[in-house]
Structures are given as C-alpha cells and as structure tokens.
C-alpha cells in the first residue's frame, strides 16, 4: 500500500479525511493506516489508483465496497486461513478517538486489524489467462515461469489454477517472481505453505463467485504474521475489485478481453487519451466516475448477495 511517487497523501488525492483522530501512521494507494493501541485501523478511502498513479478524481463509496466486499470473504475463508480482522463498528474504537464526523466517516470504511509483519512478496492466483499473464504467455509459453500447454487464447481457463507471485515494490512496478526466488526470500517451508493456502483461497472465492454467475479470472492476496503471536494470517484486503479481476460468466467468451467488474472502466478511458502514466494524473469526468461507481456497486451486490443501499444505511452485509 505503499505510494511511491503518487503521493497518495496529497490532499488532491484524499478520497476523504478523518475528523479529529490521532494516531495517523500513513496513507497509502487507498487506504489510511492508524495506531489504536496494539491495533491497526484501516480505513478505505475513495481513492483510486491506476498505473500505480493515484488519480485526483475520488469514486464515490469505493471504500465501501472494498471494506464491505473484504467483510464478506474474511467471513467465509476464516475456516483456510485466520486474517486480522476484529471489528468493524466505530464503537470498537477507544473514547475520543475521533469525533461524531469521524465516525460517521468511518462507518463502512474501517477495519480493526491485529498487526502483522507483512511478507515481502505478492501472493497472486491465475485461474485464467489474462492481463499480463496473457503477454508473458503470447512471449514465452509460460506465465511466470510455469509453463502451460500451447494454443490457449487470451482469457481461456487454466487447467488448473497457478500460484505466480511478486515482488513488493516500494518505487515502480511489482515484478513477477519464480516460485524458487520466493523461497530466497522467505524459506522453502513457508513459501510451500503460502503457495497451498493461496491456491486454496483461491478456489473457496472462485467457487462462491461462480455460484453468483461471476468467474474469478485471477486475485492478489496480502499476507503477514502476527506480531503477537506469529501466526500466518490473511491482511489487507480479499477477493476485492481492486485485488482481483471478476468477469461475468454470462458474457465470458474465450479469444478476447473481457469486461469487468473493477477499474478496467478507468484503465481504458485513460488508455484512450494522451496521459503519459505520471504523476498526476488527469480529472476523470463525471461518466467514467459513475460508470466506475455502478461497477463497484454491482461487484458489491452479485458477489455478497447483499444490498449495497442498505450497507450505505445499516453497515450491514445482508439482503
């Protein structure tokens, strides 16, 4: 979540602002980080970044449905792999923490977290060929240094799920990594464990995600060890828009792109025009800002089978 050049704390960028709290530790691509004793509180913002630029238009609600999105699925993968979640309500909070306007902010937005040493590498699933994956195999045969059989077309699905993980980048790009250079990084013993929860995870979301007619085509995972007791655990966000490349199963259609229910909607537009993928980036008009939103809003509602409206209202995730 780190920000590099993007200056995600500027306060052009600020999808919003938290009344009155204190604590602050940073801001990253989308969301602030705050100190609540022994605890983390992360709070989603509007923001939205692209090309590792954080744009200066917010999508309105964003952070909700990351956080709402991330409350369902820590929900249901806690029985592969416990996370740091422990509260979503501003009443979790110490007294005074933050004003009435603060709370209200947060509502929706807020993850009490246990805090965790964050492994050093991006945990990613494929299930399908796509995105960079697609342009690695077309050059190579192999996506991240597994190879895979000959002939597949862009967005075709993998026979089987592949774990491709990254490097964490502070400046720049992330950089695909060999399974073997994670084992450098990490061990072989934790690397192996990584690699079988994430490929596990990946098939519980893609499994709940067809179910609502919905292809999980491929996810990033964030994962770290308690800093109280050293357990792996899930951190960050799950199985989001903004983790994870959703497509709907009604229109999938192997040999091309597909469209999607993430911020592909903005990629394009930006794409379109002459912005050289340098910080800032250009205003996005109100069309792409709402297009954006129904998308989120839409990803929100077909994976949870919840009412997005009534989360906004109730901070519930429910029908």
């Known amino acids: 979540m780190t920000a590099q050049a993007t200056n995600p704390g500027d306060p052009r960028t600020a999808g919003h602002t938290l009344a009155g709290a204190g604590g602050f530790v940073r801001s990253g691509k989308?969301?602030?980080?705050?100190?609540?004793?022994?605890?983390?509180?992360?709070?989603?913002s509007d923001r939205l970044s692209a090309f590792d630029v954080v744009l200066p238009t917010p999508i309105p609600d964003k952070g909700r449905v990351l956080t709402g999105i991330s409350r369902f699925w820590f929900d249901r993968t806690s029985d592969i792999l416990p996370n740091h979640l422990l509260g979503t309500s501003p009443d979790d909070l110490p007294a005074g923490f933050t004003d009435d306007a603060g709370k209200s902010e947060l509502r929706g937005r807020?993850?009490?977290c246990r805090r965790?040493?964050?492994?050093?590498v991006e945990v990613i699933?494929?299930?399908y060929v796509a995105g960079s994956g697609w342009k690695d195999y077309r050059r190579t045969g192999a996506i991240c240094g597994t190879k895979l059989p000959d002939g597949l077309r862009e967005s075709d699905r993998l026979p089987e799920p592949i774990f491709t993980p990254s490097t964490k980048a502070e400046v720049g790009h992330d950089e695909n990594i060999g399974f073997d250079a994670m084992v450098d990084l990490v061990g072989a013993d934790l690397s192996e464990r990584v690699r079988d929860l994430a490929l596990a995870l990946y098939r519980r979301g893609a499994e709940i995600a067809q179910r609502a007619g919905i292809l999980l085509a491929d996810t990033k995972f964030?994962?770290?060890?308690?800093?109280d007791t050293g357990e792996l655990m899930l951190i960050d966000e799950i199985l989001t828009p903004d983790s994870s490349r959703f497509w709907d199963a009604a229109v999938y259609?192997?040999?091309?792109a597909q469209a999607s229910f993430d911020k592909q909607f903005v990629r394009d537009w930006l794409e379109a025009g002459s912005w050289d993928k340098t910080y800032p980036g250009p205003e996005l008009p109100a069309e792409i800002v709402a297009g954006t939103r129904a998308r989120y809003a839409a990803a929100f509602e077909r994976i949870t089978g919840a009412s997005?409206?009534?989360y906004l209202k109730e901070d519930v995730v429910a029908p």
Request: hydrophobic residues 50%; without cysteine; aromatic residues 6%.
């Open 222 to 227: 964030e994962l770290g060890t308690a800093l």
């Open 110 to 112: 807020m993850m009490l």
């Open 30 to 44: 989308v969301r602030d980080l705050f100190e609540v004793g022994d605890r983390l509180l992360l709070v989603a």
């Open 308 to 310: 997005f409206e009534r």
């Open 125 to 127: 699933v494929r299930g």
């Open 253 to 256: 259609e192997p040999g091309r």
């Open 116 to 120: 965790a040493r964050v492994l050093p």
